[in-house]
Nanobody, 124 residues
Framework: QVQLVESGGGLVQAGGSLRLSCAASGRTFNTYVMGWFRQAPGKDREFVAGISWSGDSTYYADSVKGRFTCSRDNVKNAAYLQIDNLKPEDTAVYYC?????????????????WGKGTLVTVSS
């Protein structure tokens, strides 16, 4: 069992940056692929970034490549999402999720545990 808690969201002006954190409980954090998803009002939850259990491999949605950076610290049981050059269309609730799959998955159904999300609002 893994419990996930996101933090770091807030109100930011376009062009600004945020670093989201995902704190995980449990001794097996380093065996999970971690993913980041977002859900804007009225839209489906979408994958934005993922990182392998070791942290050696990352994968990003095309819409965020070059602006989002995913990392993790398996000693601290934490994952992070650095978001730079924020745009109004990045406004959403951001979720971290843990997956038992070996590869980085981009669909919500491949993730076993979810946090409750943190809201990011970008003003123009």
């Amino acid at each position: 069992q893994v419990q996930l808690v996101e933090s770091g969201g807030g109100l930011v002006q376009a062009g600004g940056s945020l670093r989201l954190s995902c704190a995980a409980s449990g001794r097996t954090f380093n065996t999970y692929v971690m993913g980041w998803f977002r859900q804007a009002p009225g839209k489906d939850r979408e994958f934005v970034a993922g990182i392998s259990w070791s942290g050696d491999s990352t994968y990003y949605a095309d819409s965020v490549k070059g602006r989002f950076t995913c990392s993790r610290d398996n000693v601290k049981n934490a994952a992070y999402l650095q978001i730079d050059n924020l745009k109004p269309e990045d406004t959403a609730v951001y979720y971290c999720a843990a997956s038992r799959w070996v590869a980085i998955m981009t669909t919500t159904t491949r993730y076993d545990y979810w946090g409750k999300g943190t809201l990011v609002t970008v003003s123009s």
